[in-house]
């Protein structure tokens, strides 16, 4: 299975700053056949299932906020949030998707300073 | 909008089979991989495997001895057997939808509670 290992397990930060989650996977998620990271980024907040953000490591899911963004390939990810908002409080996954079984990150729980 | 509603009962007895359903509205469930997780008490996700709308189904590996998904298209429902359940199998349970062939997930039921214990 690929290990998927997230940095901070958690991380506060204040209104309107950016708040960087990190994933790294054991080994590349790079899908050679169309040079796609297979890397997708949830938020999970308390009592309610996970909600997709990002997929392909950079494609934001419909009707996601222009400030979450996704970046990085083959085994180094970030998920920034560019100005935090309340609402944005919640534990965020990372899910690599090019082989099976689909892992997911520990979680980063984000908080307010 | 897709809505997936999962149900089932909440409590289970160790070494019982523990049957989940998910019910799909507001769209078919063919043409779309379905796939079961579970999230212990304060602990993250895990894959239990999906199934897709013709039958084919791939499971973790550490759960395939135990589990069976399985489809069925004139309910638009997709169910979860787990056998042999123990007390490491108290999770809450989630259903969730795959739009293609790559296993990220874009609609997902609010989830159900199962506890094992005699």
């Known amino acids: 299975d690929i290990v998927m290992t997230q940095s901070p397990d958690s991380l506060a930060v204040s209104l309107g700053e950016r708040a960087t989650i990190n994933c790294k996977s054991s080994?590349?998620?790079?899908?050679?056949?169309?040079?796609?990271?297979?890397l997708a980024w949830y938020q999970q907040k308390p009592g309610q299932p996970p909600k997709l953000l990002i997929y392909w490591a950079s494609t934001r899911e419909s009707g996601v906020p222009g400030r979450f963004s996704g970046s990085g390939s083959e085994t180094d990810f970030t998920l920034t949030i560019s100005r935090l908002q309340a609402e944005d409080v919640a534990v965020y996954y990372c899910q690599q998707y090019e082989s099976s079984p689909p892992t997911f990150g520990q979680g980063t729980t984000l908080e307010l300073k | 909008q897709v809505q997936l509603q999962e149900s089932g009962p909440g409590l289970v007895k160790p070494s019982e089979t523990m049957s989940l359903t998910c019910s799909v509205s507001g769209g078919s469930i063919s043409n779309y991989y379905w796939s079961w997780f579970r999230q212990p008490p304060g602990k993250g996700l895990e894959w239990i495997g999906y199934?897709?709308?013709?039958?084919?189904?791939d499971y973790h590996p550490s759960l395939r001895s135990r589990v069976t998904i399985s489809a069925d298209t004139s309910k638009n429902q997709v169910s979860l057997r787990l056998a042999s359940v123990t007390d490491a199998d108290t999770a809450v349970y989630y259903c969730?939808?795959?739009?293609?062939?790559?296993?990220?997930?874009?609609?997902w039921g609010p989830g159900t509670p199962v506890a094992v214990s005699s």
């Open positions: 199934v897709f709308y013709g039958g084919s189904t």
């Open positions: 080994q590349s998620v790079l899908k050679r056949s169309n040079n796609k990271n297979c």
């Open positions: 969730a939808r795959t739009p293609g062939i790559h296993l990220w997930f874009d609609f």
